[in-house]
């Protein structure tokens, strides 16, 4: 969501100019990356397994959730905001756009009456009035 003063909104209602605002958000564990201030390791598996390069500048902010425990140590558990697609390449936007509908939709599909629920080992958490994701220990997007 895209806060905007009064007078700009009203003034983009008119012209019909309020786009759909496209936000891309995940949540998942991170680490450093050895030797690297431009990149950490990202990981939508609580299972300490699967780790991606995560490039900082196409992410707008991190909130950190809590630590969880993977294996024998810790990772922080952190809620990633991409930028806005317009602010990326046209292939990321094009795969952020995609992923913020999917994700949408499949909180749509397993969230039964404002609750969470379960369906075939995917569970839907809410944490501060948003949904997250969870597959058989993945965490996926947050809507």
């Known amino acids: 969501m895209r806060d905007h003063k009064p007078d700009d909104f009203t003034a983009k209602l008119s012209k019909g100019e309020l786009p759909n605002p496209e936000q891309l958000t995940v949540v998942g564990m991170v680490k450093a990356v050895e030797g690297s201030s431009s990149t950490v390791s990202f990981t939508n598996s609580l299972k300490c397994e699967h780790w991606l390069p995560l490039p900082i500048d196409i992410v707008d902010s991190f909130t950190h959730l809590k630590n969880v425990t993977c294996k024998d140590h810790e990772h922080p558990l952190v809620k990633v905001k991409f930028k806005r697609p317009g602010d990326l390449s046209p292939e990321v936007a094009f795969f952020a756009v995609l992923y913020a509908r999917m994700s949408a939709r499949l909180v749509a599909l397993l969230t039964v009456d404002g609750g969470s629920t ?26």
């Open 118 to 143: 379960t369906l075939q080992g995917c569970e839907v958490l809410k944490f501060d009035g948003e949904a997250y994701i969870c597959c058989d220990g993945e965490c996926g997007g947050l809507v």
